[in-house]
């Protein structure tokens, strides 16, 4: 007979906690959609996966659906990216509350790993929780920013403490399609943002345009051009928004 240890009893109620979780975000979800809500879905085509600065993968093309349910203030949905070779894969989960249409508060689950059982939520998990406030000015005050800290999961120093990577990007419009940006990693992340200590990440220009293509249709197209100072790296992103 196999003897269960406690680490294996451990392991099995985590595993089982999290598909609990799971089946009841589930029914909540169903019960929203009794509510008067919508459903969105998209996807982009990006030249290369870039984040905060730091690129993802290899230099090569990412395509990166989403779907998402939107009842009133609350926003749940589904982020992901791979690309066309197949070695990088990721999906994020989250929700947002819009406090008003200024501030927003969202909770993420990222997981870009997947080198265990995506619902093993056991000490050596490959998820990554964060919290982000958000704001978003008006007129007259037109200057975006926004705050993300990881507080739990995979995000870990050297020593297997918890490196509670934080980063802070604002924003500023220089026209109805083009603005530009500067983030930073706030604290000591070796394994998200490769910092040991507070340094820019992520400087840069986002422009779009609307390409039309026929009289009834239209493609939204972006260009990034950024610069990360911390990594002494630029890059140029091309991306289409389907």
């Known amino acids: ?12 109620i985590m595993k089982k906690s999290a598909r609990l979780f799971f089946f009841s975000a589930f029914l909540l979800t169903a019960a929203l959609v009794s509510a008067q809500g919508s459903f969105s879905t998209g ?8 984040w905060r600065g730091v690129a993802q993968g290899s230099n ?6 989403s779907v998402s349910y939107t009842n009133k203030k609350l926003s749940i949905g589904a982020w992901g990216s791979g690309n066309f070779s197949g070695s990088l894969k ?29 619902f093993d939520y056991s000490d050596g998990t490959d998820h990554i929780y964060e919290a ?13 920013a926004s705050l993300n800290t990881m ?3 995979a995000d870990k120093k050297a020593d297997g403490d918890n490196a509670y990577s934080s980063y802070l990007e604002l924003g500023y419009p220089l026209s109805s399609n083009a603005k530009i940006f500067c983030g ?22 986002k422009a779009s345009k609307t390409l039309e293509i026929t009289d009834k249709f239209s493609l939204p197209v972006y260009g990034i051009v950024g610069f990360n100072p911390s990594a002494s790296k630029a890059f140029l992103v091309a991306g289409i928004t389907l």
């Open 1 to 12: 007979m196999k003897q269960i240890t406690g680490l294996t009893l451990k392991k099995s």
């Open 43 to 50: 996807a982009d085509i990006v030249s290369s996966y870039v």
């Open 60 to 65: 090569e093309p990412n395509i990166q659906p």
């Open 90 to 118: 990721e999906l994020d989960l989250y929700a947002t509350y819009a406090f008003s249409s200024s501030f927003s508060v969202t909770l993420t689950d990222y997981n870009w790993i997947f080198s265990k059982d995506y």
């Open 132 to 144: 982000t406030l958000a704001y978003t000015g008006g007129e007259s005050f037109p200057i975006s």
């Open 151 to 153: 507080f739990a999961g």
């Open 184 to 205: 930073a990693s706030l604290t000591d992340s070796p394994a998200v943002y490769g910092t040991t200590g507070f340094d820019i990440t992520n400087l840069g220009l």
